[in-house]
């Protein structure tokens, strides 16, 4: 019973990581009717600059900051010179140019940084463990992942439903031409959100970094994981994107424990642990199709 | 029709210059194209923009290569029947599977449209794609070799040449074929399908049943440059069905010029080019191959053919996320 | 007519293209040797094909550019890790740029796509690298040398010193793929105590917490893993994150403890034992020189990549001094690599019947480098003279 409410702790840590990702995707990709998918190389901007910035002993929060502001900034200069021209284009023609996007951002980092994975360590006062679940010591540094997103997820909440520049965004979603009309410099605001976007996307990858690789394509596996996130949730709705990431977290994570253990009761185990682990693998994709085959537009649809 | 010419002269070039490896080369780019074209009947005729078309092409590769291995040690496969090599079983039944799960694939994902369907064909894809990493019994993530290519009576396939211009006959077919669909009432409907379904429902026509009937079409299409390819290579490996492999269709059928079904012929032959000579200058060639990608994309929006007919085409928004 | 002349212009570039593709080889000169080196150099894993690359090149750099006397032309190709790109490269390789030899495959399902089929047509391969079992039984092949390993061995070594440690409950994990189970199937079969449980993970999966948990559950004495490259640094710093590291002892293949890994996982692996063929504090000349040499010429430690590159490149040079640097003498080559006449970074160093080393085996445990940085230090020998659990079915 302990063993399940850690895993279920564990589902939780991991959609929450996703959700870091998510809700910055989700607003660019509703909002701005843009398809992104060098929004996982902007995880990786984010990861090496952080790792770098402390393994130069910038100390942890420095680090943090460079790691999320190199990101916003190349967000924001990817905006600048490339997505802007393709706000108005087809969804075929933003998957290319961000599919070219990946193919450079992949190779300039190993150009940059080498090929091997650089190192990065979680802060001291992170490092320990706390026994929140009796007898099994939770990684602190992922409890501050947890509140990390939390933190953020409730920020985001705020700033679009109840401030004046969520006011603008919501009405740039639904009407560009009236909120220029309204004054607002849209395509500045523009620039600002999608580097908003990207800093969430570098949070994510600094605070990623102290439990994973920091390696060239280390954004791919879990952009394809955000985009399952964020449309099963419902494009651009951000409790969508926390549903979403919670629905993926919590499957993928008891599923990876417990089909296995469930396919060992009828067959024998050396059948049972690769056919149960194979499933595991499979379990989110079949949660989305069977997702988006009764809520075609996601649980949380905003639009239409 | 200058890249039939071009692409009909590839052997006897490549002899000329004693460099038989060209036409290795330029027979892979022929197989892309043929499920390149296919998928341009999805994306530029019918808007349905599919980032999972590798499925159709890793599901159509192992069709083969099953089928290849059981023929080759003579075990069992199903109901006590051993596989088989030839040609004439194995390639239509690659095309029947895939044509099958396109069925499926398209049943479901035909439900949703715009950003949605992207993302879910991209999900199936991933779904097959981890299906086949664990298929242990046919190789797993290694992946399985063809031990003999597939038989045809009467050619010998090994042959260079025979099956590069093998490849390139039925490259001509499929183009012809589809060429005269899409001008066909069907084409019609499934065009009319993507530029306003509603109308199309209002006229009498069921426009599930149209898209989904191309979305199998290009699926078995798929499918055969898949069975085409585990021939080439003689090997087959969940590689074939990775995302990024999806992509990389997408890109040919672009880069070529979208909604021309030429176009994509264009396109795989400029790719392959592309990669060929860029690994040639430098190990880093996608830092150049991605903003190309972008440029194209960018500025030049009718593709290959676009430019070589001197204006750029432009193309409908076709997602009907707003809808 | 724009049209017409662009469309001229497009031709004419495709058939300088083509043009140029084909000249490139009628320009060879015949007298250097030609290495074709297939590698993975792209994707996280590059890291591996780069560090055996530069080994070898080291080897080709301390002989001023020869190998066993003669020039050497080492074409260098990256494969991406996709088998079937390495198959286009490998034909590109015999047919058009026609290298005398072939070597440089790191993993087991590129090597699998290309090397029955290059043996078979001919050509002598030489693995820097992987060593899937397939090639080592009964599907040996006179013109396949495996200058690494056969992949079994390293994990072999492993569950050896986990029996001879005494431990008695024991929690196995892998990737859910043919090495992976290959690697727990190679550990089992020396390790002869009870399995607390057996669990296979996605391939490239990066969080680990689901599984550290249930493994923390199960209370085992001691775990053994294999995650190589990016997995490894994952489950690695998760294990410790979790406050495992000082409570069950954590035990791998060299894999997931060569030194960029022990650098990018950091502290966290400290203390960790792994089993390899080489150690960089080795006590033996030509090691030393290794060491000393490769920091000179790349500022880098070398890993255990590097050691099997730069061993491949002077046993190559062994056979190419041999037959005096003609390489039409095929079998006068192949016999004089079978000798293994040179010496190895990691001392005994000879060809079974089937062509695969058999060398020593050895455990390392990872420990911070007062240089900066982490590396291996030797711990003892498992194996002496290993001979693999294939070579018996080669009839050669």
Not at chain 1, 115 to 142: C, H, K
Not at chain 3, 35 to 55: E, F
Not at chain 3, 184 to 207: C, H, M, N, P, S
Not at chain 3, 220 to 230: E, H, I, K, S
């Amino acid at each position: 019973m302990l063993l399940f409410l850690e895993q279920l702790l564990n589902g939780l840590q991991f959609g929450v990581t996703l959700l870091l990702m998510a809700s910055g995707l989700t607003l660019i990709f509703g909002i701005m009717n843009l398809i992104n998918l060098a929004h996982g190389s902007l995880f990786m901007v984010g990861a090496y600059v952080g790792a770098t910035a402390i393994a130069h002993g910038s100390g942890f929060f420095l680090g943090l900051l460079a790691g999320v502001a190199a990101a916003a900034l190349t967000g924001m200069v990817m905006e600048f010179v490339i997505m802007r021209r393709l706000y108005r284009r087809d969804h075929l023609d933003q998957v290319l140019a961000t599919f070219g996007l990946i193919l450079f951002f992949n190779e300039m980092v190993s150009i940059i940084w080498g090929r091997q994975p650089i190192a990065m360590d979680p802060p001291a006062f992170l490092s320990g463990t706390v026994e929140i679940i009796p007898g099994a010591p939770y990684p602190a540094f992922r409890l501050a992942v947890i509140a990390t997103g939390i933190l953020v997820t409730g920020f985001l909440y705020f700033l679009v439903m109840k401030t004046r520049i969520g006011m603008w965004i919501r009405a740039g979603a639904s009407n560009r031409e009236m909120i220029g009309a309204l004054g607002v410099n849209i395509s500045l605001l523009y620039t600002l959100l999608f580097g908003f976007g990207a800093a969430l996307a570098g949070l994510a990858g600094v605070m990623a970094a102290p439990f994973s690789a920091v390696q060239s394509g280390m954004g791919e596996n879990i952009l394809i994981l955000t985009f399952v996130v964020i449309v099963i949730g419902g494009i651009g709705s951000i409790r969508g994107a926390v549903a979403g990431a919670l629905l993926i977290g919590l499957t993928d994570t008891l599923g990876r424990v417990y089909i296995p253990d469930l396919m060992r009761l009828w067959l024998p185990p050396s059948v049972a642990d690769g056919a149960g682990a194979s499933l595991a693998s499979m379990m989110i994709y079949i949660l989305m199709a069977v997702a988006l085959a009764f809520r075609p537009r996601g649980l949380f649809q905003t639009h239409g | 029709m200058a890249i039939f010419v071009l692409l009909a002269l590839v052997p006897p070039v490549a002899h000329a210059f004693d460099n038989a490896f060209l036409i290795t080369m330029f027979n892979r780019a022929v197989i892309y194209a043929v499920a390149a074209v296919g998928l341009d009947l999805i994306i530029g005729f019918g808007g349905m923009v599919s980032f999972g078309h590798a499925a159709f092409f890793g599901i159509g590769a192992y069709t083969a290569g099953i089928l290849g291995t059981h023929a080759f040690d003579g075990s069992d496969f199903i109901f006590g029947w051993t596989g088989s090599n030839d040609a004439f079983v194995v390639w239509p039944l690659a095309m029947l599977v895939a044509a099958f799960f396109g069925l499926i694939i398209g049943l479901i994902s035909l439900r949703t449209s715009g950003v949605y369907f992207i993302m879910i064909t991209l999900a199936f894809a991933q779904l097959f794609y981890f299906f086949f990493v664990s298929l242990s019994q046919y190789g797993g993530a290694d992946g399985l070799s063809l031990w003999d290519r597939n038989v045809i009576p009467g050619l010998d396939l090994y042959d260079r040449d025979t099956f590069y211009y093998l490849c390139f006959a039925i490259l001509l077919a499929v183009w012809f074929l589809l060429s005269r669909l899409v001008g066909s009432r069907f084409g019609r409907v499934v065009i009319g399908c993507k530029q306003n379904e509603r109308r199309m429902r209002a006229l009498g026509y069921d426009p599930l049943l149209y898209k989904l009937t191309a979305f199998c079409i290009s699926a078995a299409i798929g499918g055969l440059a898949g069975a085409l390819i585990a021939n080439h290579s003689e090997f087959v490996s969940p590689g074939l069905l990775h995302w990024s492999r999806s992509g990389e269709l997408m890109v040919i059928v672009i880069l070529g010029g979208l909604g021309t079904l030429v176009g994509p012929i264009y396109g795989a032959l400029a790719l392959f080019l592309m990669e060929e000579s860029l690994v040639s200058f430098t190990e880093h060639w996608q830092v150049i191959l991605g903003p190309v990608l972008i440029l194209v994309v960018v500025f030049f929006r009718g593709g290959i053919v676009g430019f070589l007919s001197g204006a750029g085409k432009t193309t409908v928004k076709s997602g009907g996320d707003h809808g | 007519m724009l049209a017409k002349r662009k469309k001229a212009a497009l031709l004419g570039a495709a058939a300088l293209l083509m043009g140029t593709c084909a000249a490139g080889i009628s320009a060879q000169a015949a007298e250097p040797v030609k290495i074709g080196m297939i590698t993975t150099l792209s994707t996280g894993a590059g890291y591996l094909g780069d560090d055996m690359r530069k080994g070898f090149e080291l080897a080709i750099s301390e002989h001023d550019g020869k190998l066993g006397g003669a020039d050497i032309d080492l074409i260098v190709e990256d494969d991406g890790l996709k088998p079937e790109s390495a198959r286009q490269i490998a034909t590109r390789m015999m047919e058009s740029e026609h290298v005398d030899l072939m070597t440089g495959i790191i993993f087991s399902n590129v090597a699998m796509a290309v090397v029955p089929k290059v043996v078979r047509d001919g050509m002598i391969y030489i693995s820097t690298n992987a060593g899937p079992s397939a090639l080592a039984g009964a599907k040996c092949n006179a013109n396949y040398f495996n200058a690494a390993y056969q992949n079994d061995n390293i994990h072999e070594a492993m569950g050896q010193y986990v029996q001879d440690q005494g431990f008695k409950k024991v929690y196995l994990l892998a990737p859910n793929y043919p090495a992976g189970k290959d690697a727990l199937a190679g550990f089992k079969r020396y390790y002869k105590g009870d399995i607390a449980d057996e669990v296979y993970t996605k391939l490239g999966q990066t969080d680990y917490a689901a599984e550290i948990a249930s493994l923390r559950a199960a209370k085992p004495d001691a775990v053994f893993f294999f995650y190589p490259g990016g997995m490894g640094i994952n489950f690695i710093k998760q294990y410790a994150q979790a406050g495992l590291k000082d409570e069950i002892p954590l035990f791998g293949p060299a894999f997931s403890a060569d030194e960029h890994l022990v650098d990018a996982v950091g502290e966290a692996a400290v203390g960790m034992k792994n089993t390899s063929h080489w150690s960089p504090d080795m006590d033996n000349a030509a090691s030393k020189k290794f060491v000393a040499g490769y920091f000179a010429k790349y500022g880098a430690k070398p890993s255990l990549y590097s050691v099997q590159g730069y061993d491949a490149a002077n046993l190559i040079g062994s056979a190419i001094s041999a037959v005096g640097g003609d390489m039409s003498k095929k079998d006068d080559f192949r016999a004089a690599l079978k000798k293994a006449d040179f010496s190895s970074v990691r001392g005994n160093f000879k060809f079974g019947n089937n062509n695969h080393p058999i060398q020593d085996f050895y455990v390392r445990e990872v420990v911070a480098d007062p240089d900066g940085g982490y590396t291996n230090k030797l711990v003892g020998k498992v194996f002496s003279n290993h001979v693999d659990a294939y070579a018996s079915e080669c009839k050669m």
